[in-house]
């Protein structure tokens, strides 16, 4: 009997490849779960027991979140990443972790196929197919949802017949939480012109009164949350818990997938969301206008390469030495401040903020140079402009 290790979250779709692979096609299924900060210890244990449940011969649950961190989140902080100015790609950057992270479990125990739930209308079936023909080549890849073009509905009757209950309810919304955010899914998203009921979002407003916070980073890292020196996942996950109860971080993405079609999907990132903006605060503070405008472009280009599943490709550990090196000098505190629905960054303290006012204030005098200084840079940087004009007169 050939073995098949199955990318496994416990959800709807998976579920029904747990059945359909070892009934329907005979095959040995070893579910894996890839933990990257979105499961609680309960939630890992009721996954595996559902695995089991199911009928797998097998049930792993991988923990990737530090490697997430290091090997991910980080660049996305230091590269101030979203996509589309909106979204931090929460589920872009877990996909290419946990199908890394599965395609290394399949090596291990010598699986001929390994098989994920993703749909034929959405970007995971690239990421996952892309990543497995990288790392295990030869081994088979099985998409049970997009080969036998499924809808949520059939999958649901399918389940019921083969004795596994599962609500239509249950599955009108699609969760997927991890460290760096939850998306939402649902029939609203499937539009262009409705949004998220309140009851969709995982986590309901309840914090209403202003609260100020502190966030420090050591070289682009997020080190400590109001004063509290601690890893870089606990300020996420610690920030996440303060800020997300006041609705912070709460939006639609509209993107173009891989395949060349738009998609939407909601989002709930309070913690990424205020990094990325408390980060590049003090980076507009410690950093030149050339690494500011170069890193602007390259972030662009590595966000949307990760979005596609091409972490592997050796130009992004190029960047990511580029966008390490940028860091050295952005050390500080920035202070901000949450509201419902809203955050403010109040301000930056660092030794390295080059706003300092032994050079001057702006918009008043300066002490690095005269007047007489800039009546002649302005000449000379607007030379080649004035040639035009009088060469060109009309």
């Not at 940028?326 to 903020?353: A, C």
């Amino acid at each position: 009997m050939k073995k098949v290790v199955l990318a496994f979250s416990g959800g709807l779709d998976t579920s029904f490849c747990c059945i359909y692979l070892t009934q329907d096609l005979g095959l040995e299924v070893h579910s894996v779960v890839v933990n990257t900060g979105g499961f609680s210890d309960e939630e890992l244990k009721n996954i595996e027991a559902r695995a089991y449940a199911l009928g797998v011969k097998s049930h792993t649950a991988i923990d990737e979140t530090a490697d997430y961190y290091r090997e991910t989140i980080k660049y996305l902080i230091f590269g101030n990443v979203l996509k589309n100015a909106t979204y931090p790609l929460s589920v872009s950057a877990e996909r290419v972790c946990q199908a890394t992270a599965i395609a290394n479990y399949a090596k291990q125990i010598g699986a001929e196929c390994v098989a994920h739930g993703s749909t034929g209308a959405g970007n995971d079936q690239v990421r996952f197919d892309m990543i497995f023909q990288t790392l295990i080549p030869g081994v088979e890849i099985i998409t049970p949802i997009r080969d036998l073009q499924l809808s949520r509905e059939a999958e649901i009757e399918y389940l019921n017949k083969h004795g596994v209950e599962y609500s239509a309810e249950k599955a009108k919304y699609s969760i997927n939480k991890g460290l760096w955010g939850t998306s939402v899914g649902g029939a609203e998203t499937l539009t262009s012109n409705q949004y998220l009921p309140e009851s969709a979002w995982p986590t309901p407003v309840t914090s209403s009164e202003p609260q100020q916070i502190t966030i420090d980073f050591e070289k682009g890292e997020p080190v400590a949350l109001n004063g509290e020196k601690m890893t870089s996942v606990k300020v996420i996950q610690e920030l996440q818990a303060i800020a997300q109860p006041y609705g912070i971080g709460r939006d639609i993405h509209v993107g173009d997938t891989i395949i060349g079609i738009k998609g939407r999907v909601g989002f709930e990132a309070a913690a990424s969301v205020i990094l990325i903006k408390a980060h590049h605060t003090l980076e507009k503070h410690t950093l030149t206008k050339w690494q500011l405008s170069w890193k602007d472009q390259i972030a662009a280009f590595y966000g949307n390469y990760m979005h596609e599943g091409q972490m592997h490709d050796p130009v992004m550990r190029d960047i990511e030495a580029f966008l390490q090196s940028s860091q050295e000098t952005v050390t500080g505190r920035v202070i901000v401040e949450l509201h419902p629905y809203r955050f403010v960054v109040i301000g930056i303290e660092s030794e390295h903020d080059l706003m300092s006012n032994k050079f001057g204030s702006y918009g008043e005098m300066n002490k690095g140079y005269t007047g007489d200084d800039v009546k002649g840079f302005s000449k000379i940087f607007g030379n080649q402009t004035i040639i035009w004009h009088k060469v060109n007169q009309k």
